[in-house]
Structure formats: structure tokens, C-alpha cells
């Protein structure tokens, strides 16, 4: 079902870009000040900016701030558009004023500039959060975070899985020739197709569980931000919320999309997933993740970014749903925590998923924790990690020795220890950008770092080393073999 006629679709795309409803136009109608403060969920300073009573800041009152306008207002932001938007549930009309059902939210991108329709945010200005199973989320800081992860090479065929609003299948139909985006929400669906159309974008949108709908299809790069809460599958289902519980017991669906994706990929193939997933007593959370990825023909690099312990996290869920403070709310928060402690969950990890399906070797898979700031986008990053290892792959340990590697231009060396004293204590060589990894080094690496601008083999400079530290050159070599492979693998030495 189609929220809006095609007709009424291209005059709402003209009546937004005549009143200048872009993101830019937005930002600068606010100022800084309140543009920020809308960001938190606060509108007071942006009703001060917005009093002024121009088409634009009259769609800036009537979607983001979820005032009511004088219908006079909204005639001339959205000419003989508004009677048609309250008939499909868009606008409500009543007394001569006009209130937002759902929101149309500009978001801009490098090089994009798009509208994207969902339902209302929650809690604005500390508004007790009141959202229906099927509310289909708008922007958030998930997908946020999954847009600027994402793989942006040219690909034949791309899947959003899980697509609620649509707004990576927008960022996938930039740079894949088709674009699939499913879903179980019929809600979401209708929101995807409008975003679609709005944006003048052409999507393949289906209805669906996880990959129900793509049956033996391949891809060149699946994207997902899956309901991946970890919670009992014993709650009621008029108490899930679709765009974040699956009804699956645990991180059971990150499972299940984990060991499936791989099927669905061509060679080469990417799949990038955010994720949580539980931590079990006595049991490392990588050791539970690798089994996962057995069998996928996949190589993996899996982030941990963050950890949370099972009150913090049921918490923070239940404050989602906007139980907190409410009838039940006791209760719930009890008998979750009393299936954590059933199943044996400790805390439960936040992260992401990057696989990609190799042929002709076996895969290579890192597991890491990294709760430090990044620099985003990191799209490009993941691809250079990934050719790294295809090269490393093929690279036998006399290659690598010849080898004339180079290091990253942005990686700085600190080094730690009493003023004054002829060698420091600790010696970490840091990045600068991307992941901005952090290594603590002894003096070999720090050295064969530092003599690495690609005038000089591998060998050569640990030759010279050996000699200076008055080291067996062979051993030196054959004991530093493994660092110079990670040293590549992790960015601070770029192949030649």
C-alpha cells in the first residue's frame, strides 16, 4: 500500500525544496544553539528560532518540533497539499490548526541531500514516551553509525535487511545498480516506498523475515541494523516493538543472520551488521561469536564497542519502550533480569559485524574490543583492512621480508618514562585516523616503524636492528615475522 498517489508525491518534493526544507536550510534557520538542542530532543530554543512564521520555519514548527501551526501557514508551506496529507495520515486537521502525524525529516549525507518520513519521535522535551508495536524509527544514532560503516564501493546488487524507514537502501542506491530492502513491518514498508519516491529513488521493497524474501538470491553487499535486543521471548507480543525485538530468545537473530547472510553472497560479497550479543559466565564473548562464523567461508572482523552489565541494559531498553515509571515496570524489570541470570548472561556486548566471502584459501577472522573514539566514516577503512588480508594471504615470509612497506602517515609515536632517563618505560605508536588504534611496542617495532618509508626491505631494516642491538639477525627475523603481519593487518605499515 502506497501512503501517498505519485501525483501528490512530486508536489510534496516541489512544495519542500520551494520553501527551502533541505538539512542546510534547517540548520541555518536554527542556529547552532538550537539545532543542538533539537538533537537531544529539546525544542524550546528552536520555537524562539522558528517564531518568525516563513514556509520554512513553519515545516520546521510542524515535523521536527511537532508544534501546531495555523492552517493559513501550512496552506502556503504546502499549497493544496494539506487536505490530501490528512487523508493519507500524514497531517491531522482540526479547528484551524494542523499537527503532524508522522514526520518528514531532512537528512543530508556527503553529496545527498533527502527527506525521510517515519513515524514522530518520542519524548520530545521529556514527554512521557508513549510508541505502537509497529512505530517505524526514523534517524538514528544505529543507523547512523550503519550508514557510515558501510562498504560505499560501485556493487551490482545490494539488500537492506530490516530496511524500517529506508534509509540505508537510500545511502545503498548510490553506489549498487539494484537495491532490495525488506521487512516484516507492513508500516515500514509503506515509509520505504514514500522515502523511495520522495527522493527519487528506485528501491525494490519486499515483505519478509530476515531473508524469507530473497529466497536463493545473491548479493554484492547485504546491510542490516536487525531488532537485535536481548531479551525472553516470553513477552507479550503487544508488548514488542518490531524495529527492535525480533520475539527470538537472546541474540538468537543475530545469529541466524550471521550464519545466513554467507549464503547469499557472491564472491567478494560483503555483509555489515550491528549487533548485540550476550555474554555467558565463564564463557569469552569471542568464543560464542566464532561459532557463529564456522563454516561461512567468511573473513571476519568483528568490533566490540561497547559492554553493558544485564540492570544497565534492561534499563536502558525498558526506558525505550517508555516503561520506565510505569505500571509493570517493576515487574518487567524483574523478570528479565531473572531470565539473565536463568540463561547464565552476564552482561551483553554491543558491535559490529563486517564478513566478507572469500574463495580459494581459508578465512581469516579477527575479534577485538575497541571502546575508543573512531573517526567516521569508516567505510573506506573496512575495505582497505580486507585487502590487506588478501595480500598478506598470498604473501609468503621471504615476500614479506623483501617487502619495502611504508608507514601510515598519520601514525604518531608517545612514549612514556622519567624526565631525563636514556630509554622510556612504555613506547605506544598511535593512529591518528580511522579506527586511531593504539599498540604498545617495544624497541625493535617502534624502530622497523619508524624505518619504514619504502626505501629499504623488511630484512634489511631488521638486519640493521639486530646489528645495532646486537642481536642474531636470523632470529631476529624469524621472532618478528608475526609483527610485521599485524602491524600490516592493523594499518601501521601499508603494503608495497
Known amino acids: ?165 529506508g534509509v540505508q537502501a537510500l545511502h545503498l542506491a548510490r553506489h549498487a545498480d539494484h537495491v532490495v530492502a525488506t521487512d ?124 553493558a552489565d544485564v540492570a544497565e541494559y534492561v534499563e536502558l531498553w525498558l526506558k525505550d519502550a517508555g516503561v520506565h515509571g510505569r505500571r509493570g515496570y517493576l515487574q518487567r524489570y524483574d523478570a528479565w533480569l531473572g531470565w539473565f541470570d536463568e540463561q547464565g548472561i552476564e552482561a551483553v556486548g554491543f558491535g559490529w559485524l563486517h564478513l566478507r566471502r572469500v574463495e580459494d584459501r581459508e578465512p581469516v577472522q579477527h575479534l577485538e574490543d575497541w571502546a575508543f573514539e573512531v573517526e567516521q566514516p569508516l567505510g573506506a577503512e573496512v575495505v582497505d583492512r580486507f585487502r590487506r588480508l588478501d595480500l598478506l594471504a598470498v604473501t609468503s615470509d621471504d615476500d614479506l621480508l623483501a617487502g619495502r612497506l611504508r608507514s601510515r602517515v598519520d601514525v604518531r609515536q608517545e612514549t612514556v618514562g622519567e624526565p631525563g632517563a636514556a630509554d622510556p618505560e612504555v613506547i605506544v605508536l598511535r593512529q591518528q585516523r580511522g579506527m586511531r588504534r593504539a599498540r604498545q611496542v617495544d624497541t625493535v617495532e617502534a624502530g622497523l616503524v619508524g624505518a619504514c618509508d619504502g626505501d629499504l626491505s623488511v630484512g634489511q631494516i631488521l638486519d640493521a636492528l639486530a646489528t645495532l642491538l646486537g642481536e642474531d639477525p636470523a632470529t631476529l627475523r624469524e621472532q618478528r615475522l608475526g609483527v610485521v603481519r599485524e602491524l600490516v593487518t592493523d594499518g601501521f605499515l601499508l603494503p608495497w
Open 1 to 165: 500500500m502506497d501512503l501517498l498517489p505519485p501525483d501528490m508525491v512530486a508536489r510534496l518534493r516541489e512544495a519542500l525544496r520551494a520553501c527551502g526544507y533541505g538539512y542546510d536550510g534547517v540548520a541555518g534557520l536554527l542556529g547552532p544553539t538550537a539545532h543542538a538542542a533539537l538533537s537531544r530532543n529539546e525544542t524550546t530554543p528552536a520555537r524562539r528560532a522558528t517564531a518568525g512564521g516563513s514556509p520554512l520555519a513553519t515545516l520546521v514548527r510542524l515535523w521536527p518540533l511537532q508544534a501546531a501551526v495555523r492552517r493559513r501557514d501550512a496552506d502556503r508551506a504546502l499549497p493544496g497539499l494539506v487536505e490530501g496529507l490528512a487523508a493519507a495520515g500524514i497531517l491531522e486537521v482540526s479547528g484551524g490548526e494542523v499537527r503532524a502525524l508522522v514526520d518528514v525529516r531532512p537528512y543530508a549525507d556527503e553529496g545527498a541531500d533527502w527527506w525521510m518520513v517515519s513515524d514522530l519521535t518520542p519524548g520530545l522535551d521529556g514527554a512521557p514516551i508513549d510508541v505502537a508495536g509497529d512505530h517505524v524509527l526514523g534517524i538514528s544514532p544505529a543507523s547512523t553509525s550503519l550508514a557510515q560503516l558501510t562498504v560505499r564501493e560501485p556493487v551490482g546488487r545490494a539488500l537492506d535487511l530490516g530496511t524500517g524507514c
Open 184 to 307: 516484516v513491518n507492513a508500516r515500514a514498508l509503506a515509509m520505504t516506498r514514500l522515502n523511495a519516491a520522495l527522493n527519487e529513488v528506485d528501491v525494490d521493497v519486499r515483505a519478509g523475515s530476515l531473508f524469507d524474501s530473497v529466497q536463493t538470491e545473491l548479493f554484492d553487499l547485504v546491510t542490516t541494523n536487525p531488532p537485535f535486543v536481548v531479551s525472553p521471548a516470553t513477552e507479550r507480543a503487544a508488548e514488542r516493538l518490531v524495529y527492535r525485538d525480533s520475539g527470538l530468545p537472546g541474540d538468537e537473530l543475530v545469529r541466524r543472520v550471521v550464519t545466513t547472510a554467507p549464503r547469499h553472497l557472491r564472491p567478494g560479497g560483503w555483509c555489515q551488521v550491528l549487533a548485540n550479543w550476550v555474554h555467558r559466565r565463564g564463557q569469552p564473548w569471542q568464543e560464542r561469536v566464532v561459532g557463529w562464523l564456522e563454516g561461512t567461508g567468511c573473513d571476519a572482523w568483528v568490533v566490540q564497542r561497547e559492554k
